[in-house]
């Protein structure tokens, strides 16, 4: 099936240091979400957007809607150790719940 | 329970034989998905309902997959004569919102019922 291209597929970082990973697609979307994983769990939601160009924040997370509407990135700053897990973008092409996910970002943060 | 129930957690299958997942999504939310999930890969969509109408089963990878959620709530995902490739982490998730709402794509997904066949 469709999936959208994440980047970087894998990270490994000293706590305290600084994140970032993105997503690109060949499609528009309208809704730009990211959700993390946790092994033995369900994804859950970090943040969604909107609104191309949209720059939103939550605690140490931040993530914008690129303003093409094909890509979008997320930011972790100040990484703590349960920050680890797997990262996944997802897109909505339209207002559905039908969600595309991207391959996912493993992130492990080295204490 | 507060949050999406999903049940068994984990199921082996011989191939060949048929298997049932259930779902109970959070209570009073309208819109529920399956989506499936291979070892080191995001979640695929395979089909959604919203209440007890499944509007979109687009995702579904063949006719031995069956969803069902005849009263609006509870939902079981069915798949017939198990195969290796069936294999996988098969995630439930609920939304308070209906089809084409804002905010439709904010899902609470259950912890999966990962299907292993032998």
């Known amino acids: 099936g469709q999936q959208l291209n994440q980047s970087p597929q894998s990270m490994f970082i000293q706590e305290g240091e600084d994140v970032s990973m993105n997503c690109t697609s060949s499609?528009?979307?309208?809704?730009w979400l990211w959700y993390k994983q946790d092994p033995g769990e369900g994804p859950v939601l970090l943040i969604a957007?909107?609104?191309?160009?949209e720059l939103t924040s939550n605690g140490r997370l931040t993530a914008q809607f690129g303003i093409t509407r094909k890509d979008s990135f997320l930011n972790i700053s100040a990484s703590i150790p349960s920050d680890v897990g797997i990262y996944f973008c997802a897109g909505q092409p339209s207002n559905t719940g039908k969600l595309i996910f991207g391959q996912g970002t493993t992130l492990q943060v080295k204490p | 329970g507060a949050g999406v129930s999903q049940s068994p957690r984990y199921k082996v299958a011989k191939r060949g034989q048929d298997v049932a997942l259930r779902c109970d999504p959070i209570?009073?939310?309208?819109?529920l998905f399956w989506y499936q999930q291979a070892l080191g890969q995001g979640p695929e969509f395979l089909t959604y309902?919203?209440?007890?109408?499944?509007?979109?089963k687009s995702g579904l990878p063949s006719d031995r997959f069956f969803a069902e959620r005849p009263e609006g709530s509870v939902s079981t995902l069915k798949i017939q004569r198990t195969q290796q490739e069936d294999s996988a982490v098969y995630l439930c998730a609920s939304s308070s919102r209906r089809l084409g709402l804002a905010k439709a794509g904010e899902l609470f997904f259950g912890e999966g019922s990962r299907l292993t066949v032998l």
């Open positions: 957007l909107y609104k191309a160009g």
């Open positions: 309902f919203q209440n007890e109408a499944q509007l979109d």
């Open positions: 499609s528009i979307f309208n809704t």
């Open positions: 209570s009073g939310h309208v819109s």
